[in-house]
Structure formats: structure tokens, C-alpha cells
């Protein structure tokens, strides 16, 4: 039996073995023309897997998100000058100061289950001379609720308002990684421009890190720095409002747009992780700050050129910098400093430059005493000055 076997079977692994062979050759000649490069097998793809548009994605952002997005409203009284008629070329004339009452509003999402609130602080912040009356945040389901603020930082433009004991508050949003937010994404901007209530814009991220000065409500102007540019239409009333990403995440805060006839599709956001940084620290430290923490003194000075030393008696004087106004309140004027002084040394450090005294000043801490040797009049004084916080919207004033 076994003799009969054994030959059997290696002939047939013979026959195999040709016929493997005969079929690799016939295939070589035959299918030549549907094989890769050098006859190579030709790539197998797999069918693409169906997935939800990007239409279906951002509705279904919007959807998830639009509960959690707020209107905010505010009741404002102040002091206002009426002119007694229009000057020449529309510029007013004498007046007088009278009370006036006022309405605002804007944007804001809620941050988490405590009932607070984020939104920009000049959404909060009464126009100078003013004060906030009512405070009132108005949710997607129709709910008015009365707010307080708990902190504001003005530099960076990020405040927190807070609603207590709601019972229905909507769920905090989430913020987005920043690291992994991509020039060209979508940006997709939620708020009440106009107090037209829940109001959707599209566009993308634009650019990153762009450095704008933004006058605020006061005509004062505050250099931000580091804004998300963003193509997603941002109007008065948006500010405050989440931007998210088709996720219904934040990537920033609604701010400002270009004002310009010669351009369109410029809008500015808070980064999410300068938001997430500049709340945690307000939280941890409620209250009004400038959010600059930087030293401030209050004056306005020059180098000394030889007609500035002609003008204030300092002709052969050495070398120093030139004090040539002082803020009124500033730390400076209640330390002494007068327009006229000039510094001779800080700290027992020279200084002849203005942008290096800045830098040094700017580099203290808030409440850092720095001791100032001046000339005035002819003589030789000593102040000690207690540094305050710059205020945002001081400029490169020390």
C-alpha cells in the first residue's frame, strides 16, 4: 500500500509545482498591459468611507452649541456733555453735563456649572463716566436672569459675569486643543450682532498672532496682541460670542472686525488657550485689573535735545531724560515728579534714552517702589514712587 502511495504523491507536487510555474509565465505575457510599472502588480484601493458632509458638520456644531451661547444686556446711567450749539466744521461747542440713561449689549457662552460666563470685558464695561444699573443674561430657551461680574482684565479683553442658582443652565462649551487649530479650518462665529438673537456666520481661520491696536467705546485705543484672524463675520453685539470649530468646540472669542471701506472679511478672536489662561487667573483672583502687570508711573518724557534743555534751563546740565507731562493721580504726580524734571538716575541706573527707561520701568512689578534722583529747578531732589499696573490703554506710557 505504501509503495503505492508515495509515488502518487510526488507526482502530483510535481504537476503542481509546473503548473504554478506555467501560470506565472502565461501571466507575465498576457497581463501586461493591466500590471503597475515593470509588469508590478497594480495598487488596490480601497472604496473611500462615506462620512457626513462638512455642511452636516457644522449644523450639527451649531445645534450642540447654540444652548450654551448667550445674550447679554445691560442697563447703563452716566454723565454726558451737551453742547450748547455745533461749532465750525462740526466740532462742538461749550456745554453742559447732564445725566443719561442707556442700553447695551453682546455676547457671551457659559464656561462651567457655577453659572458663570465669559465674554470680552468691553461688552461689560459702561462707557467713561458711566455705571451699570442692571445686568441681565438672556438664554437660548427665552430665560432672563440676573448677572454680576466677577472680573474683568482689560488688556486682554476678557471678563466673567456670573448667574447664581439657575436651575436650567445648559451645559459649559469645550474649548478646542489651540495647538491643533489649522490656518484654513472652519470658524464658525455665534452671538447676537445687532441683538439679532443667535445669529450664525461662516468662514475660516484666516491667520494667527496678529497684533492690533482696537479702539475701544472711550476712543481709547489698546494694542492687542496675539488675535486669531478669522474670515467669519463679526458685528457689534457678536463680541463675546464663542468662535467654535466643526466640532462645537471654542477656538476663540468673538472680538472685533476691520472698520474699512477697503477691506472685508476681517475679524479678530481671542486664542482658546489665552482664554482658558487670562480666566483661570481672574477666577483664581476676581476683581478689575488691567491685565497689562506692568509697572506704571505716569509721565510722558523726551530725550534732552539741545533746544529741550534751552527751554527748561537744563543747558549745561548732564545727561538725563526730560519729564514732559505727568498724568494727574498717576503714581509720578503723587510722588512729586513735575513737567520740567529731569530723571537722572533710577535705581542709581542712567538712563539718556526714553525706550530704555520704558523697558526698565515696564519690566517692574506693580507695587515695586523705585527711587528716582532728579534735577528741578536747579536743584537736586530724591522721590520714591510706588509703581502701579499699566493701564492697557496707556500706550508705551511708563
Partial sequence: MKQRVLPTLIIALVGASVGSFLMMLYASTHFAGVAGPNHSLPAVSAAPLQGISDQDRIVSAVKRTKPSVVAIQLDVNGQRVVPFFQGFFGQGGPGVEEPYKGKASGSGFVYDNKGDIVTNAHVVTPPQGGNITKLTVVFANGDHVPAHVVAENIGADLAIIRVNGYKKLPPPLQFANFDRVEQGQWAIAIGEPLELQQTVTLGIVSAFNRNEPIQNDSGQTIDFKGLLQTSAPINPGNSGGPLI?????????????????????????????????????MLAHPGITQGTNEGYMGIQMADLTPGLRNQIGYANGPNGIAIIAVVPGSPADKAGLEPGNVILQVDGKSFTKTQDLVKYIAAKKPGTVVRIDLWAQGLKKFAAVTLTERPATAGTVP
Fill in 245 to 281: 470649530d466643526d466640532h462645537g468646540k471654542v477656538i476663540g472669542i468673538n472680538q472685533s472686525t476691520v472698520k474699512s471701506a477697503y477691506a472685508q472679511g476681517i475679524g479678530f478672536a481671542i486664542p482658546a488657550n489665552t482664554v482658558q489662561r487670562v480666566v483661570a487667573e
